[in-house]
């Protein structure tokens, strides 16, 4: 059976935490505005989109050469998990970016080299959803449900811009161990 709870609530919290599609989306969002940064936005999940197919074409790849590679993908998914627990437990000293370029262009290249969403769609596909299913439609519809998910957490904070930075300042601590202990949970439940 699908390990549903598990999956949704790793990938919630990977699109929901700051990485450079949020942070850019942000601060974007507070240079232009909302509505002027919606290209911006429509960009990330048009590139978002693209990464999620090209790490499906690779982890499907990976498990049809390397049948026997699916525990090491395991392995390799929790221990960015744990990575990411570590990551949320000691957040950094700043994570502004300040950026003038939100055009669509720039918002779809930026996901060719956001290691965050590479490694978040391969852990996704090799440790969530190609033991589960080997349908190519299937697997389509969970990359652009990746690639979904992803552009709701940076609409999030271009939404919310600086709103959101005082919510983590204010609350940052006790969102962070919420984070990390839905994170473990999922590392966990890999293995499960």
């Known amino acids: 059976m699908f390990p549903w709870i598990s999956f949704l609530s790793y990938t919630i919290i990977v699109a929901y935490t700051p990485g450079p599609n949020n ?24 590139g978002f ?35 990411l627990i570590i990551k949320t437990i000691v957040p950094a000293k700043d994570h502004e970016i300040k950026t003038n370029n939100g055009t669509f262009i720039i918002g779809a290249l930026l996901q060719l080299i956001n290691p965050k969403i590479i490694i978040y769609g391969i852990t996704a596909m090799s ?25 709701t957490g940076s609409i999030c904070w271009a939404l919310f811009g600086s709103l959101f930075s005082i919510v983590f300042n204010r609350h940052g601590k006790i969102l962070n161990i919420v984070m990390a202990i839905l994170l473990l949970y999922c590392a966990v439940s890999l293995f499960l």
Do not use: D, H, R, W
């Not at 850019?24 to 048009?46: D, E, H, Q, R």
């Not at 090209?54 to 744990?82: E, H, N, R």
């Open 23 to 46: 942070i850019m989306s942000m601060n974007n969002a507070k240079n232009v505005g909302f509505k002027k940064g919606i290209l911006f936005n429509l960009g990330i999940f048009t």
């Open 49 to 83: 989109s693209v990464v999620m197919i090209l790490c499906l074409i690779f982890s499907t790849v990976l498990y049809t050469v390397i049948p026997k590679i699916q525990l090491p993908m395991k392995i390799l998914g929790a221990t960015y998990m744990v990575y």
């Open 127 to 151: 440790s969530y959803i190609l033991p589960y299913y080997k349908e190519i439609p299937i697997l389509i519809a969970f990359a652009f449900l990746l690639s979904f998910v992803g552009f």
